[in-house]
């Protein structure tokens, strides 16, 4: 496990080996006394990007921010399920935890669209500190059309930001860095992920998950609407839900001080 000489912003990045395969996460340190850790996990045709708004509106926290396989800094097959990609995120959270300093044993999992699957199935597999899960649900059925869209987007090998569900007031040149990042996904693992997605369904199980979660979801959200993150919220014992007005899918990305606020209440009523 080596850092690796590259600077984005703040951001250091750190490879870590997990079972032969070599992941670059991107880990952001607390510039304030820390309050907790946050492990940020992507959605669909999205990379560790989509985290620095975030990190950055999170001064007391580290964040940490992996790859999925398939795109920027973890090269080889993406996961072809949320359960398969809910192992390698546990597994880097393994490798990480012997850095010093981290506190991974207390981190807080975010995941965001696809990424809330994730965090679903990484509940399942190992007992967390709590979860936040943003703009998802316990089924993503994607739709037929988008499915078609993303696989005519890999024959092209092109890819696509307008597929990411922002609101009608998302700042443009917000939704322009996330078009950039996305377009460096290879378009092949899109499809991948989404298929993944599609393929997602935990309905009638989630009474066996007891760890603490935050549900955060976007009333103009068209891509995963507030009744998924209803639906969680009865289904969860305990979870807490946040409905945030004018807000659409990229909750992340399109409103990172709003949720840092509710991430940082969670996690102080959750030490």
């Not at 080996?17 to 669909?44: N, Q």
């Not at 890999?154 to 860095?177: I, K, N």
Request: glycine letters at 8%.
């Amino acid at each position: 496990m080596s850092a690796v000489p590259r600077v984005e912003q703040h951001a250091e990045y750190v490879r870590v080996d997990t079972a032969g395969r070599v992941s670059e996460v991107a880990l952001y340190r607390a510039r304030e006394p820390r309050i907790g850790t946050l492990v940020f996990v992507h959605g669909a045709g999205c990379d560790h990007h989509v985290a620095e708004p975030l990190a950055h509106a999170l001064p007391d926290f580290d964040v940490v921010a992996p790859d999925l396989p398939g795109r920027s800094g973890t090269p080889g097959a993406p996961c072809t399920s949320a359960m398969e990609a809910a192992a390698f995120v546990g597994a880097v959270m393994d490798a990480l935890a012997l850095r010093d300093g981290l506190a991974l044993e207390r981190a807080l999992v975010l995941g965001h669209s696809y990424g809330g699957a994730i965090a679903i199935e990484l509940g399942f597999l190992q007992k967390l500190s709590g979860l936040v899960l943003a703009s998802t649900g316990a089924r993503l059925r994607v739709a037929p059309s988008l499915l078609a869209a993303m696989g005519l987007q890999a024959l092209a090998s092109t890819q696509s930001g307008g597929l990411f569900g922002w609101s009608r007031g998302a700042d443009p040149s917000v939704v322009a860095r996330l078009d950039a990042h996305a377009r460096a996904v290879p378009s092949a693992t899109s499809v991948v992920d989404w298929h993944a997605a599609d393929a997602f369904d935990r309905i009638g199980q989630l009474d066996a998950l007891r760890t603490p979660a935050l549900l955060l979801s976007g009333e103009d959200d068209l891509l995963t609407p507030p009744k998924y993150a209803q639906y969680l919220a009865a289904h969860l014992a305990g979870a807490q839900l946040a409905l945030l007005p004018l807000a659409g899918h990229m909750l992340p990305l399109e409103h990172p001080a709003r949720i840092a606020s509710l991430i940082r209440a969670f996690a102080l009523a959750n030490r």
